[in-house]
Structure formats: structure tokens, C-alpha cells
């Protein structure tokens, strides 16, 4: 265990539907991260909050929409996906430094049909 | 934009056989990462490597950076199959965002 919690881990919705992926961290980090791991790409950075604040939004569209209510909660939000959009969606959070290790939490297994 | 080139993308060994997975940037990095995901799990931080020409060991595992800070490699002498997983190298470019962009990994099959 990393100290950072992911929900639900295995997620599974239609195209109209709209839910939300929970990430939790406990380790007292400011940075927290939301990634998408596909099958043959590279980790792909979605979104980066930094002290409650987001500091980088990786060209994603706006049918993920973050939200981070404290330095300790990250949320992503999705409605109308795309069966492309089905991944790994890992969350990870950092102590400053900005070039500290990450830590990741287990993920969640999103498909979308 | 930045990129982060890793190989091979997969590779085979027999166990006791050794294994190295090398990583290219495009630019100079301030600092290069390893992280290791089992299959199934989630990145799970390695190493971190910061000075120019840097060798650091792990037990079996041997992470170098290269002189000009564009490169590193992943060394793992005698493979054991509880090496096996993908691993993936991350760097933050010098004068870039900050943030960390990973290679797409090398995943390591060992054959008992």
C-alpha cells in the first residue's frame, strides 16, 4: 500500500452515463496527479493540481472534468465517453519538490461500451 | 514536444540471465526516474537519479544517467521471475512544465 486510495477499482458504464473516479492520498502530499494508461502507450499526464490549484491540463477533453476539493481529494469526472476512452486511470500524488517521487495509487479500470 | 524513447519494448530472458532496458530523451533532463509495475499493479517508484554520468545500485539492479543527461539505463544482473513486470523510465525535462513524462516502458518476461 502506497497511502493513496483509488475508487471504485473496475468501472464500467455506457456512453450517456455519467460518473466519477475518487482518488484519496494520506500521506500529507500537496501535488496530486491524475493519469490514463493505455495498452502501448506511454503514461499519458491528464491533469496536475498543486496545492488545490490545477497548474496543468494536458490538452484533455472536456469530457474528463477534474476536481479537487482539498490537498488530500482528486476526483475526475466523466460524462459522454468514448469506447476509446477505456484505460487505466491512475491516480498519484508528490510532496514538493516538483521532482520527488510519485506515488500511485492501484487505479481504476474503466471500459466503456 | 518532449519526448522519452525506451527499449525494447519487451524482452525475454531465462531466469539468471541478465537484462537491461536503456531510455533516450529528446532533451536534457533535470533528474530521471524508474518505476517498476507488476502485472496488474500500478507504478511503484524505483530510483531517481539527478547528476550528470550517476550510477546508483539496487541489490541486482544497476540504474546509470548518462554525461549529457539525456539518456539512462536499467541494468538487472541474474534475473530472478520475481523481476518480472515493466518497467519505465521518467524524466523531467531542464526548462520545461515540471512534470514528469515516461517512457512507454519495457516489459520483462522471465522464464523459470
Known amino acids: 500500500e502506497t497511502g493513496v486510495t483509488q475508487t471504485p477499482r473496475h468501472l464500467v458504464m455506457g456512453m450517456t452515463n455519467k460518473k466519477s473516479l475518487k482518488c484519496e492520498q494520506h500521506l500529507g502530499h500537496n501535488a496530486m496527479y491524475w493519469y490514463k494508461q493505455s495498452a502501448k502507450k506511454p503514461l499519458e499526464l491528464m491533469f496536475v493540481?498543486?496545492?488545490?490549484?490545477?497548474?496543468e491540463n494536458n490538452s484533455v477533453p472536456s469530457r474528463f472534468s477534474p476536481e479537487c476539493p482539498n490537498s488530500s481529494h482528486l476526483f475526475l469526472h466523466l460524462h459522454t465517453l468514448q469506447p476509446e476512452d477505456s484505460a487505466l486511470y491512475l491516480c498519484?500524488?508528490?510532496?514538493?519538490?516538483?521532482?520527488?517521487?510519485?506515488?500511485f495509487g492501484p487505479g481504476t479500470r474503466l471500459t466503456v461500451l | 514536444g518532449q519526448q522519452v524513447m525506451q527499449i525494447p519494448q519487451y524482452q525475454h530472458v531465462q531466469e539468471g540471465e541478465d537484462f537491461t532496458t536503456y531510455c533516450n530523451s529528446s532533451t536534457t533532463l533535470s533528474n530521471i526516474q524508474w518505476y517498476k509495475q507488476r502485472p496488474g499493479g500500478h507504478p511503484v517508484f524505483l530510483i531517481q537519479?539527478?547528476?550528470?554520468?550517476e550510477v546508483k545500485k539496487q541489490k541486482r539492479l544497476t540504474f546509470q544517467f548518462g554525461e549529457a543527461k539525456k539518456n539512462s539505463s536499467l541494468h538487472i544482473t541474474a534475473t530472478q521471475t520475481t523481476d518480472v513486470g515493466t518497467y519505465f523510465c521518467?524524466?523531467?525535462?531542464?526548462?520545461?512544465?515540471?512534470?514528469?513524462?515516461f517512457g512507454k516502458g519495457t516489459k520483462l518476461t522471465v522464464n523459470p
Open positions: 537519479l539527478v547528476k550528470s554520468g
Open positions: 498519484a500524488s508528490r510532496t514538493d519538490p516538483s521532482y520527488n517521487e510519485q506515488f
Open positions: 521518467a524524466g523531467i525535462p531542464q526548462g520545461g512544465s515540471e512534470k514528469l513524462v
Open positions: 493540481y498543486n496545492f488545490k490549484e490545477q497548474t
